[in-house]
């Protein structure tokens, strides 16, 4: 009740001319009531009357605040984080490698960013999130919807159809393999069909579309409560051209991972960014480094980087504030984003340099 | 988009003549600014300005669609969803031929074919749909000076003797092929610009741009300072119309490249091959 006037979020000329006509705290304004201030500062009683109820709906919510009442405040104690936290899902990535790194899978409510030279997965990463997250929770996912936000047309629905058949093929395996109710009932609605239309997509053609669909986003996702997935597929192109004033660039994306970074809070779902490799010029060599600069760095809680070696597709979990850094290998096949099969173990004797101890089997052995 | 004004936003008109005042027309100049500025400029209060950003957002912000629709509007009509380059082995790993709606590269060293296969592909594009082409014009923006109309024609009437039988038909054929000579990056650019218009009146199904990197590899030395950020702006620019050519005509674009040596000391990138059987998923 003590808040000054100069804080509250009214109109500018009319905090001047509270300012002038001396009123210093908004117990005051409440204490004048709407005809009385209307008088005074010269404004129609209708105006007062909309001041005053900003006035009161903000100090309100102070007063929640102060009491500490939950609801749209965001403190909390680590224990209750903590507990939830371990409840909370993860969305898996069918690559057994890139969760274990990752602790389980992509995680809700932070922002994930997937950086990586043109051409090594970072799409096919994506599409496969956006079909897993709708995984039933009976098989261990979190049942969500995913948005999809794409800047450079790369998303093939032909693709996604492929990656989302593979999924409910590997799901029925296990529902047969198991045998239980709920799993049966799960499949129900767990169709090609129904996967594709809960996958909400947007293309945006230039960084102005992207930043009027971030901000129209939370309503979006307020109609559509059970998306836990927000990807955009490419942050980094419309932002690299058509820029000559780096600093409102730089402005701009700041402004954009804080909405992110509020939406995936308030939501409860998981953010999801790709971003492009650029060229850093050095002294004596030139080394390959996330776009859009270093304070857009720290707009990420997770960084992975994709990268090559010969023909092998590696992940490195570059920046995470729980689990260290290594570096693992992927495949890109017809069914999606998965593990490097790991070498066959045959019966025959090459088999035995695996196990030193054990005694080679024979060719007579051998079927 | 960006250029869109703010009385097409449904702004009243008062607030859009105070914005002018403070040079605030379009929704990029109104979307670019931070809410308190905002609200200094329209003086108003901070959830008033909210609603207003909604507004404007909404006027700016693309329509949502689900994966299923986008799937629904490809199977309804999939004869035209590619090209069909007539190279039997080509269009299978493909999957059907040159994808209309998205951009294609072809590179390779110099004295390979590149041309060639621009020059076959024009003439396919303006075949009827019967035959497997596209039935429209083609637009050829040549920066090397390599196309040879008489070329052209000979692969036509060699490859095709039954359909062009008759001069008429080849001169036909040849007046829906439009060629651009351009021999600088903004000649390029402004042509690139300039195409909506033509690919209308013109029904053009097909671009071609032969080749991108000679203008750019004349113009940029990326070893100086500062041409590489303006060799990427140039090049992002160029390909942010194309997409939006190529998705919004739903036409094949195709662009061809050359080889350089990557003199880094990291192996350069190879091609990933496909593994068939990916039996590990299945048998968790």
Redesign the interface.
């Known amino acids: 009740m003590q808040r000054e006037v100069g804080t509250l979020p009214l109109a500018p000329a009319l905090r001047a001319r509270l300012a002038a006509a001396g009123f210093q705290t908004a117990q005051e304004l409440l204490d004048t009531g709407p005809c009385g201030l209307s008088k005074e500062i010269g404004i129609s009683r209708e105006e007062a009357l909309e001041a005053l109820q900003v006035v009161r709906q903000e100090c309100h919510g102070d007063a929640a605040r102060t009491a500490g009442e939950s609801g749209a405040t965001r403190k909390c104690t680590a224990l209750e984080l903590l507990e939830e936290e371990q409840t909370q899902g993860f969305i898996i990535t069918f690559c057994s490698a890139l969760d274990n790194i990752l602790g389980g899978g992509v995680q809700l409510t932070k922002i994930t960013e997937i950086c990586g030279a043109p051409g090594v997965g970072k799409t096919q990463l994506c599409m496969q999130l956006a079909v897993d997250v709708q995984i039933p929770e009976c098989f261990g996912g979190v049942a969500g919807e995913a948005v999809f936000i794409d800047t450079e047309g790369s998303f093939m629905v032909d693709r996604v159809v492929d990656i989302a058949a593979a999924c409910v093929q590997h799901c029925h395996l296990i529902a047969e393999a198991q045998q239980e109710e709920d799993h049966r009932k799960a499949l129900e609605t767990f169709s090609l069909e129904n996967i594709l239309s809960h996958i909400y997509y947007f293309r945006c053609r230039d960084y102005i579309e992207l930043l009027a669909q971030v901000y129209l986003l939370p309503e979006f996702l307020s109609e559509h409560s059970k998306v836990r997935l927000v990807v955009i597929d490419g942050i980094a192109f419309p932002f690299r051209h058509d820029f000559e004033d780096l600093s409102l660039r730089t402005r701009l994306l700041n402004g954009l991972a804080q909405q992110l970074i509020i939406i995936a809070n308030d939501h409860k779902s998981a953010v999801v960014l790709t971003n492009q490799m650029t060229t850093r010029i050095g002294q004596s060599q030139s080394t390959l480094v996330p776009a859009l600069g270093e304070s857009w760095g720290h707009a990420a809680t997770v960084r992975l980087i994709f990268h090559w070696d010969n023909s092998q597709r590696l992940a490195t979990l570059y920046k995470s504030p729980s689990q260290k850094e290594s570096t693992i290998a992927y495949h890109i096949t017809s069914h999606g984003f998965r593990d490097v099969q790991p070498p066959a173990v045959t019966h025959s004797a090459e088999g035995t340099e695996m196990n030193p101890r054990k005694r080679p089997r024979t060719e007579e052995e051998k079927q | ?2 250029a869109k004004k703010l009385r097409r936003a449904q702004l009243s008109q008062e607030m859009c003549e105070r914005l002018s005042r403070y040079q605030i027309t379009t ?2 100049d109104f ?2 600014l ?1 809410l308190l500025e905002l ?2 400029v329209t ?6 300005v909210q609603k207003l ?2 507004k ?13 629709e ?2 629904l509007r ?1 199977s309804v009509n999939p004869s035209s969803a590619f090209l069909s380059t007539t190279l039997h082995s080509l269009d299978r790993v493909l ?1 059907g031929g040159v994808p209309c709606g ?1 951009l294609t590269e072809i590179t390779s060293p110099p004295g390979c074919g590149k041309t060639q296969f621009c020059i076959m592909v024009s003439v396919l594009a303006t075949l009827p749909v019967s035959m497997g082409g596209l039935d429209g014009a083609v637009i050829y923006i040549d920066t090397e000076s390599a196309f040879s109309a008489e070329r052209l024609i000979e692969i036509a009437a060699n490859r095709f003797p039954a359909y062009f039988d008759s001069d008429e038909k080849l001169f036909c054929m040849t007046r829906s092929i439009h060629l651009y000579r351009e021999l600088t990056c903004c000649s390029v650019l402004k042509r690139i610009m300039s195409l909506e218009e033509e690919i209308i009146s013109k029904k053009v199904k097909l671009i071609i741009i032969d080749s991108v990197a000679s203008v750019v590899r004349k113009e940029f030395d990326t070893k100086l300072q500062g041409n ?1 950020a303006e060799r ?2 140039f090049l ?2 160029g390909a ?1 119309v194309l ?2 050519l ?2 919004e005509f739903s036409i094949p674009v195709i662009l061809t490249n050359q080889i350089t040596t990557s003199l ?1 000391s ?2 350069a ?8 059987a ?1 039996d ?3 048998s ?1």
């Open positions: 988009m960006a929704c990029q979307l670019c931070s609200m200094k003086g108003q209060s901070y959830y008033e950003l909604c404007v957002s909404r006027a700016c912000a693309p329509k949502m669609q689900t994966a299923y986008m799937k490809k999957h998205s590489l990427s702006n992002t620019r942010s997409k939006y190529a998705e880094s990291v192996p990138i190879q091609a990933d091959l496909v593994s068939p990916d590990l998923s299945l968790e």
